[in-house]
Structures are given as structure tokens and as C-alpha cells.
């Protein structure tokens, strides 16, 4: 077969080294176009470099087409993958230590909370000129698959918004469900799910081992396991309150209600610093800065290091290269996408973007009837829907109001803010992200204005009540395996150590 697949923010090593030993893996994909696309032309160099390494080193002929144009790159391309972090690790920062002046201690901070709505501001502005030059220049049919962060709200507006037909990547829901095996002792190929919600709040509303029930047995199992209560505390207790386990980690999930975080105090009770993941202050950022500097600083012996071997049991559990597998040979595949409900969970808003299970063949992507999910799970997840909604139109059309009360409505701020405070936080993150929000022009001035002439709230100085240091890249030459696993992988937080 030959078609040709483009990647947006190639210069992400994680995401892009394993998508393409993915898809290289198929026998049938070993003469497709490759084209690499990234704004930074020395990490689209070294990930260049290092991925046709492995592809030589693998006996394919494959030629990676890397270039800064990314017009030139999406140029009759067939699929898209898009991994692009708009702004960096830069504007990343701002996401997080903006808020902690305010009291929001966040986790991530890529999906929602007062960080994750600021990331779908840039990264949406961006989609939709990345959404025009596909319409322009890539093949008719072309299919984007999203793996960038906020999920939702990139997926929203690139389907509502940018005319491009496109489905959104997590591997959040893989996640869960091994640790259901685990609870459980059963391997993960034995444990039947049914999965559905939001990214990041989906929920494992059946369980099935041999076709009999296990939903309700799921608590039980969870407060028995070793690990889990140490490192799973707030999953646990949703799980407790909700009757359904939730896909997200305990950090992430933590961020995206209002009970888990709005005390300083509090916070600790609730997570285990043995993993960022599971609940550390700005976990997401700090490993992802120790990524970055370790990668530039060791590349040399990257490239030393033997090549990825592009063989099936290789594979990651990414859904990517199986989606595009199944539409091109027809082999059934099933996973769980994100894409527009339009009645799949009838219980939540048919314009909102969904995860739930799908299933790919050569007809398509294809998503059966859910129907209503349980009452409590359903708003959950009804209160992060009209935070995502709200912050899709304010990043459309560069409405600072409709910011302003997406940042009410969340959660999280709105558990730790009063409404002056989320006001004048919003006024700080507009002026220090301005330069990746241009639809933001006029409200970045007024913003400026206020801050340099209004007398402002006092903020706090405050770090965060969970909050590690970067390792150096001497700490990191320590344990070499562990920082090329950090820098390298896509998911950086498979091991979950018992304890702190």
C-alpha cells in the first residue's frame, strides 16, 4: 500500500518515534509516504534523524520528508497526526505557577482547570490554521487523529470549526483497564469493558470476566489491592461515591473536581508522591522539562543505541496505527475514540465530544448506541462539558468573557476562587501567553492596562503543597534507562510504586 502520513509537532520524541514503529510494523504500510513537520528545526532534526535511523536499521527504503513547511508536509497526505504542544514547555510553565498565586494547585493542567483551559486557547487558534492548510493542500478524504491536549476541546473545534473530519487519541481508558485485570489477578484480555464519558472522565460502566458481572464487586477489589489505595486514593473514593471507576490518574482526575484540591492542607491526604502522576504539583510539567533537557543533552548516544525493531509484538497500545490498519485492510479493530456524540451517550449533549467504543473496518469508525450513563457519572461530566464548550467559543472568537466564565464555571477555580481573583488571574495568563493568542489582540491590551494601573488583589506565594524540583541532567546521568524511558515514551508514568 502507499499513501502518505504526516505528522504535526514531529519534534515530539515520545509521541513520534513510537506512532511511526507502530505503523511500520504493518507489513502492508512499508512503502507509505512519511512527512515530519515541527515550528523548532532542531528537534524536527534529531527525531528525524533518530526515526530514519530506525527505519533503515529496519531494511525499509522509506525517505522521511522533514521540513519547517508545514504545507509542504501535509501536501496530499492521507492521515494526520497532530501531537503539537502549542507554546512549549514555556508557555506550560505559565499554566501552572500563574494559578498557584491564586491557590489552584494543579497536577497536569492540560485539560481542564485554569491550565487546561489556557492550553485549548493556544492550541485552538493554531488547530484551526492547521485545519486550513489540510482543507487546502492534503488529500480529500484525509482523517486527523488528534493526540494533543485539551483532547475535547481540540477535537471540538477542529470538527465543528476547522471542516476537517477528525477523531481524538488517549490511552486512558488501556490504562484502566489493566489495572482492573490487576485487581482482579485476570489478564487484561479477559476482562470484557464497556467504556464511556469524556476523555479523561470515562467510566468503566460494565466489567465482564467469562460474561459474568463483576461491576459491582470493582470497590471491593480496588480496597483490597496492595498498591492501589496508596496510589489511587481519589480514583478509590469517586469509585466510592459515583459507582464506577473512573480511566484518569489520580493527579489528573483530582484537578478536574472540586473536592480533592481546593485545601492546601488537604491535598496531601489525598496523593502519593511516589509517581508525578499520581498527584504531585505540576508532576506533568517537571517530567516533561527533565525529558526535554535530558533528549538535547544525550541525543549523541541516542543515536548510538540500538534501533526500535518494527515487529508486531512490538506495537504500542496506541490507537492510532490501528484505526489506520483497520480502514485500509479491513481487519476489525476496537478501541475507544473520541469524536462528536451525535446520541451515542444519550444522556450527555449531542455537540459535545465523547469517549466511548468504536469499532474500524474498511466501512469506517464506527460507534455503537451507549445509551444513558449512570445519573451521577453523567454529571460529572455535564459540568467539564460546558467548561469545554465555553472555552471552544471563547478560543474561536477570541471572547475574553467566555474565558472568564469557563474559569468559573470549572471546578477547581471555582472551588478555590472568587470571581475578582479568577478575573485578574485570567488578565495575568492573557498577558504572559500573548504571543500564541492572537485572537486575543484587544483583550491582551486591556488586560496590560488593568494590571499596570489597577490596584491588584494580593496573590500568594505559594509553590504548592506537593511540589518536587527538577532533576538536573547530572541527577539524571545517575539512572540513564530511566531518563531515556521519561524522555522517550509518550506515557510517562506506567510504573506506580507502592509507596512514597
Known sequence: MSFKIAFIGAGSIGFTRSLLRDLLAVSEFQQIEVAFTDINASNLDMVTQLCQRDINDNGLSIKIQATTDRKAALEGAKYIFNVVRIGGLEA???DIEIPLKYGVDQCVGDTLSAGGIMYGQRGIAEMLAICKDIREVAAEDCLLLNYANPMAM??????????VKT?????????????????????????DIVCAGIN????YIQVKHDGIDLTDKVLEAFEKHPEFPITEKVRIDMLKRFGYYSTESNGHLSEYVPWYRKNREDILNWIDLGVWINGETGGYLRV???GRNWFEIDFPNWMKDPALEYKQENRSEEHGSYIIEGLETGRVYRGHFNVINNGVIANLPNDAIIEAPGYVDRNGINMPFV????????AVCNVSISVQRLAVEAAVHGDDKLLRQAMMMDPLVGAVCNPNEIWQMVDEMLVAQSQWLPQYEQAV???AYRLDNHTLLPTQDYKGAARLQVKTVEEMSLDRDEANKNAG???????RPASN
Open 92 to 94: 506550560f510553565k505559565t
Open 154 to 163: 481540540l477535537t471540538w473545534a477542529c470538527n465543528q470549526y476547522g471542516g
Open 445 to 447: 491590551k486591556e488586560a
Open 371 to 378: 445509551g444513558d450513563l449512570p445519573l451521577g457519572c453523567a
Open 489 to 495: 515514551e509518550a506515557d510517562k508514568a506506567k510504573v
Open 200 to 203: 479523561h472522565q470515562t467510566w
Open 288 to 290: 516533561c522539562t527533565e
Open 167 to 191: 477523531i481524538g487519541l488517549c490511552h486512558g481508558v488501556q490504562h484502566g483497564h489493566q489495572q482492573l485485570a490487576d485487581v482482579f489477578n485476570l489478564k487484561k484480555e479477559e476482562v
